[in-house]
């Protein structure tokens, strides 16, 4: 089992539910939607990884021109979103999800759900 293996079985699970999902990196066209990225697989019969699930908001946009994050959709996103991530189930691969939290990605005024998974693949 590989990173991507972990990559493909949380797209699968969350492809479909509302937002567009992509693998790795946010497109700079793209408004609100999910990515997933992983850092790296250690180990060798126990295989650990941690995946990120960002999901993105669009900011509320305030009369000087700032941005201010959008908590009322983030809070809809949260709800809709974080009970999937609780229930992905992957042959020989255990799903934990481990911390949520906001981020902000002010380059383009948007913040973010960060939903980290701990991932435990069994080699068999």
Not at 101 to 107: F, L, P
Request: glycine share 6%; charged share 15%.
């Amino acid at each position: 089992m590989t990173i991507f293996n972990a990559i493909n079985s949380v797209y699968s699970a969350l492809n479909g539910q509302g937002l567009p999902v992509h693998k790795l990196v946010k497109p700079a066209e793209s408004g609100e939607c999910v990515v997933i990225n992983a850092l790296p697989l250690t180990g060798s019969v126990l295989k650990r990884c941690y995946m990120n699930v960002n999901i993105y908001a669009k900011d509320l946009l305030v009369a000087d021109g700032a941005s201010l994050p959008n908590t009322a959709r983030l809070n809809v996103l949260a709800g809709q979103y974080a009970p999937i991530l609780e229930k992905i189930i992957i042959n020989n691969a255990y799903l934990y999800l481990e911390s949520e939290g906001i981020e902000a990605d002010s380059a383009i005024k948007f913040h973010y759900l960060n939903f980290r998974l701990l991932c435990n693949l069994i080699e068999e």
